[in-house]
């Protein structure tokens, strides 16, 4: 079992930037791929970024690529998203998931995910 939470949401005025962090517990670090999805009031929740176990691979959604940076820090046992160019599309409730694997793959697909947080509302404001 794995236990994910996140912190670092918040209001943030359009154009600006914040970063999200994924705590991970109760499974070595090492053995998970890892992901972010949103979910804004009234659609579906959709994938925004994932990194591999390694670390060595990375993919984007296309209404991110470019803004958001995804990284992970092991000594800490981390996931962490940060957001530039921040814009109203951007408010949503976001989620890490965490996926055991012993390849080196992304996954993009929320049902490819095995474990998740509760989530932590970001707001771009104008």
């Known amino acids: 079992q794995i236990q994910l939470v996140e912190s670092g949401g918040g209001l943030v005025q359009a154009g600006g930037s914040r970063r999200l962090s994924c705590a991970t517990s109760?499974?070595?670090?090492?053995?998970?791929?890892m992901g972010w999805f949103r979910q804004a009031p009234g659609q579906e929740r959709e994938f925004v970024t994932a990194?591999?176990?390694?670390?060595?691979?990375?993919y984007y959604a296309d209404s991110v690529k470019g803004r958001f940076t995804i990284s992970r820090d092991n000594a800490r046992n981390t996931v962490n998203l940060q957001m530039n160019l921040l814009n109203a599309e951007d408010t949503a409730v976001y989620y890490c998931?965490?996926?055991?694997?012993?390849?080196?793959?992304?996954?993009?697909?929320?049902?490819?995910?095995?474990?998740w947080g509760q989530g932590t509302q970001v707001t771009v404001s104008s």
């Open positions: 998931a965490a996926k055991s694997t012993a390849g080196l793959g992304v996954f993009t697909t929320a049902r490819d995910y095995d474990y």
């Open positions: 109760g499974r070595p670090f090492t053995t998970v791929a």
């Open positions: 990194i591999s176990r390694s670390g060595g691979g990375t």
